[in-house]
Nanobody, 118 residues
Framework: QVRLVESGGGLVQAGGSLRLSCGFSGSIFYIYHLAWYRRAPEKQRELVAIVSNGGTPDYSDSVKGRFTISRDNAKHTVYLQMNSLKPEDTGIYYC????????????WGQGTQVTVSS
């Protein structure tokens, strides 16, 4: 059973930076797509960034150029570096993993709160 544990959320002023981390355990790390989603207040959860093993990361238009997703296969961790944060980036950020082959095998972390003040 895969377990995802996020950390690194918090309160930051607009223009600031945060780095989220997601520790992965319970299976073989490099056979999973890894992504970050977020749910803003009163909005649906949306994809922020996704990275496959050896693949090119992809980002939502709203964060492109400001956020960077990366994965460390040795540490079994995926990161989200968030720069130039805006109040509209506020929300709960979730780590997500999906098996490369078995698409119905996916997992979510518990989420970490990010609050950007204006």
């Amino acid at each position: 059973q895969v377990r995802l544990v996020e950390s690194g959320g918090g309160l930051v002023q607009a223009g600031g930076s945060l780095r989220l981390s997601c520790g992965f355990s319970g299976s073989i790390f490099y056979i999973y797509h890894l992504a970050w989603y977020r749910r803003a207040p009163e909005k649906q959860r949306e994809l922020v960034a996704i990275v496959s093993n050896g693949g090119t990361p992809d980002y939502s238009d709203s964060v492109k150029g400001r956020f960077t997703i990366s994965r460390d296969n040795a540490k079994h961790t995926v990161y989200l570096q968030m720069n130039s944060l805006k109040p509209e980036d506020t929300g709960i950020y979730y780590c997500y993993a999906r098996h490369y082959v078995r698409a119905n095998e996916d997992y979510w972390g518990q989420g970490t709160q990010v609050t950007v003040s204006s």
